[in-house]
């Protein structure tokens, strides 16, 4: 039979009937919550084919905590707790009797699928907490055409923590999707591809690989979606090894067993765009609040992406270091010549796989998003001209495959739009590790080298937003409407008409602000309210740096701006 099969009948084993579990309190408690009715008795309902009275839940379970190492699965149903049967039971009861026991707990408890998990519990508003995360390493790298029995059809090859675990057809995903809709009914999923009637070709085959990918990582990183048997079923998984996922951040509704602790109803708040003023006075704390976490949490992971697309974990001491020390120590050890650092920086993760980069004195503590699961750090080029990058980053095998991962990533995300002809030929490339072939080609892209910034409002239109997008040859505004969707309507600017530029980063607003004149005309100011304004001036300081290390440069000068690292370039090189 298949592996799909195989692990199907495993986990019927777990929901055949009752099993008993036995653990014994850690420092951290027996390490699981309990929910349930407050009253007695109730109507019967049927769990795997049999009536049992109400019956409280595992609603929370603590990662790597003695109940989970003894094999309790959230949702089991409790049916004796030390001997004693507590069907029917209150959950003061129940609770009572687990600390009735002291440090070692014996319970009978009964699995079901998550389906059920609604009609035996319709009033736990709480249950399905799509805010439980569990940060999955899952992708869709490519697809490929199949001919069976004079059939052809595309499959989707889905690879888990680096390992291909299905191949699935768009039909597959689509049955997936119409369950899940089904039994996680208020859940809001991300975009799925429509069905196409008529034969798709390679372009838009990539388009509905990359949306498949960008929903399966968006949906599947909910724990209690993850865990359900559809996706395991999709996946050709029993369940997840431990060392295939981090497991899920504990978030307890009352805590069993555990020493006595004051609770608190603080929450996590979204990172908001703060004043200079205001940030400073905050990083003192933020690194503080930042150790204590490190040290007190082992859930808390924040990953470094570096150019050659390696991930790594942060230290606690790196988290509590500059933006600067970070850069320099990865670069370090991936020993890159010290004279290329410069031309490297750090960068912090954002919406739908933005980047903008970090100040060097920029503490990484003071950025992290706590409740962001796909936040993460990157080291990242920091250089607009290509021809530049080329002489001084093309020299060795090291650069060029940190050159090519990033951009391998960028094109993966959509920051890179190819052609239909390049993405083929960048395929074929990257399975081969031809990295100066890789660079070549996707250097063709308007995209290479240049900065989009996500759309927002700006004071020159009434109505509508603009899309900023820098690069060393160009600055272009692109109307939009509010929504992001494109207009019709780009204003290209000229570089040398650039008189003066900075940025506010006040209480209301953080505002990027430019003056520009044409020809004879009165000069103009024009204003853009971004939260990424700080991140506006520093690529518009960098693009104007580095042209005129390009004059230096061509005029041979003897005395170059400082940091200017350019080299001469051949008369058709030059710019």
Not at 79 to 105: F, P, Q, Y
Not at 243 to 260: F, L, Q, S
Not at 404 to 428: C, F, H, M
Request: net charge negative; with cysteine.
């Amino acid at each position: 039979m298949s592996q799909n099969n195989r692990s199907t009948s495993k986990r019927d084993q777990i929901y055949k009937g009752p099993r008993e579990v036995s653990f014994s309190k850690t420092e951290t408690g027996f390490g699981f919550n309990v929910r349930g009715q407050v009253s007695e008795g109730g109507i019967l309902k049927s769990i795997n084919g049999v009536l049992y009275a109400p019956l409280q839940h595992v609603s929370a379970i603590l990662e790597g905590g003695a109940a989970e190492k003894a094999g309790v699965r959230p949702g089991d149903r409790i049916l004796r707790v030390n001997e004693v049967d507590v069907e029917g039971s209150t959950h003061k009861r129940v609770v009572d009797l687990i600390k009735a026991g002291g440090d070692h707990l014996t319970m009978t408890v009964i699995s079901v699928p998550a389906r059920d998990f609604q009609r035996l519990d319709p009033d736990d508003d709480y249950f399905y907490d799509y805010t439980d995360i569990k940060r999955l390493d899952i992708g869709i790298p490519n697809y490929e055409h199949i001919d069976e029995e004079g059939n052809r059809y595309v499959v989707y090859m889905v690879v888990l923590d680096g390992r291909m675990v299905a191949k699935r057809r768009y039909s597959e995903f689509l049955s997936l999707h119409e369950e899940m809709q089904k039994i996680f009914k208020d859940f809001e999923f991300p975009k799925f591809p429509g069905k196409w009637p008529f034969q798709m070709s390679e372009p838009q085959l990539e388009k509905r690989r990359y949306i498949l990918e960008n929903y399966l990582q968006k949906t599947f990183r909910v724990r209690v979606i993850q865990e359900s048997d559809q996706v395991l079923d999709f996946l050709n998984l029993d369940t997840y090894g431990k060392d295939d996922v981090d497991t899920h951040a504990y978030n307890p509704d009352i805590e069993i067993g555990k020493p006595d602790t004051k609770p608190t109803s603080e929450k996590p708040q979204q990172q908001q765009v703060m004043t200079s003023q205001s940030k400073r006075a905050n990083d003192e704390r933020s690194v503080q609040e930042m150790k204590s976490r490190v040290g007190d949490d082992s859930s808390l992971a924040v990953r470094l992406l570096l150019p050659n697309r390696k991930k790594v974990e942060l230290s606690s001491d790196d988290l509590n270091q500059s933006a600067g020390r970070v850069c320099e120590k990865y670069l370090n050890e991936h020993k890159l010549d010290e004279s290329l650092h410069p031309l490297f920086a750090l960068f912090r993760s954002n919406e739908d796989h933005f980047y903008s980069k970090m100040d060097e004195k920029e503490n990484l503590s003071s950025c992290y998003v706590e409740d962001d699961q796909d936040f993460h750090f990157a080291i990242r080029k920091w250089i607009f001209n290509s021809k530049q990058e080329e002489l001084l980053l093309g020299r060795s095998d090291l650069t060029k495959q940190l050159l090519t991962g990033q951009a391998y990533e960028d094109v993966k995300n959509g920051t890179i739009q190819v052609t239909s002809r390049q993405g083929p030929q960048l395929k074929l490339f990257a399975s081969q590790d031809k990295h100066s072939d890789y660079l070549e080609c996707v250097r063709k892209s308007p995209d290479y080298s240049s900065v989009t910034f996500p759309h927002c409002s700006c004071d020159s239109r009434k109505q509508g937003h603009v899309i900023v997008k820098i690069s060393f040859d160009h600055f272009k505004l692109f109307a939009c409407t509010q929504e992001g969707q494109m207009e019709s309507q780009v204003i290209d600017f000229a570089w040398p008409e650039m008189k003066e530029w900075d940025y506010d980063d006040d209480v209301t607003a953080s505002v990027f602000r430019f003056q520009y004149q044409r020809g004879e005309k009165k000069a103009r100011w024009v204003k853009i309210y971004s939260p990424y304004a700080r991140y506006m001036k520093e690529c518009f300081a960098r693009v104007l740096e580095e042209r005129q290390w390009i004059e230096e440069v061509k005029d041979e000068s003897e005395q170059k701006s400082q940091g200017n690292i350019f080299l001469e370039m051949e008369d058709d090189e030059e710019e």
